[in-house]
Antibody, heavy 124, light 105 residues
Framework: QVQLQESGPGLVKPSQTLSLTCTVS??????????WNWIRQPAGKGPEWIGH???????NYNPSLKSRVTISKDTSKNRFSLELHSVTAADTAVYYC????????????????WGQGTLVTVSS | DIQMTQSPSSLSASVGDRVTITCQAT??????LNWYRQKPGKAPDLLIY???NLETGVPLRFSGSGSGTHFTFTITSLQPEDIATYYC????????FGGGTKVQI
């Protein structure tokens, strides 16, 4: 079955760059059927969609984060990555990667499956 | 952005009870509405897509309905393993999630 696994530092200093990688097994990130997404969830709150990358390399970002976000992919290793620049304490959250169904819209219809998530804390 | 408001924010019910959660959108989203369950310390799981379609393998006690701006999620007979927080998510515009409903027994 499809599995996604996040990896990266759990602690980032303010003003620095948060970098995470999502390794996918059981599916190819080159598939035209899906977007590959990053989603975050601050403690006690609902999830927030960060953005995605498509097989073609096209990206789409949440406008609230667009100026600070870069999503890229490494097809040879079947993984995609997130960079969030100039972080503050407000960026502390559990970060998830998730596969999203692509059906002709600019974003996924729904997200399934998700990785287990990784907690990233922004603190000096 | 389209804002999604869930109610209640938490509820307590007994095993076997019928549980209903509502989700209100700030504008018409048709049936572009999904429901997820998130167990403590875990990632969300997709339960229902397009307002009323049950994801494969999801028990029949879960159901969803609604269209436009008002949606309902129902558990017909609450089970102990249903303890979780439930979220709605729309995709008519860039995806946004509700604030969640915590279900306790």
């Amino acid at each position: 079955q499809v599995q996604l696994q996040e990896s990266g530092p759990g602690l980032v200093k303010p003003s620095q760059t948060l970098s995470l990688t999502c390794t996918v097994s059981g599916d190819s990130i080159s598939s035209d059927d899906f977007f590959w997404n990053w989603i975050r969830q601050p403690a006690g709150k609902g999830p927030e969609w960060i953005g995605h990358i498509y097989a073609s390399g096209t990206t789409n970002y949440n406008p609230s984060l667009k100026s600070r976000v870069t999503i890229s992919k490494d097809t040879s290793k079947n993984r995609f990555s997130l960079e969030l620049h100039s972080v503050t304490a407000a960026d502390t959250a559990v970060y998830y990667c998730a596969r999203g169904l692509a059906s002709g819209y600019d974003w996924a219809n729904w997200f399934d499956p998700w990785g287990q998530g990784t907690l990233v804390t922004v603190s000096s | 952005d389209i804002q999604m408001t869930q109610s209640p924010s938490s509820l307590s019910a007994s095993v076997g009870d019928r549980v209903t959660i509502t989700c209100q959108a700030t504008q018409n989203i048709g049936v572009y509405l999904n429901w997820y369950r998130q167990k403590p310390g875990k990632a969300p799981d997709l339960l229902i897509y397009d307002a009323s379609n049950l994801e494969t393998g999801v028990p029949l006690r879960f159901s969803g309905s609604g269209s436009g701006t008002h949606f309902t999620f129902t558990i017909t007979s609450l089970q102990p393993e249903d303890i979780a927080t439930y979220y709605c998510q729309q995709y008519d515009n860039l995806p946004t999630f509700g604030g969640g409903t915590k279900v306790q027994i």
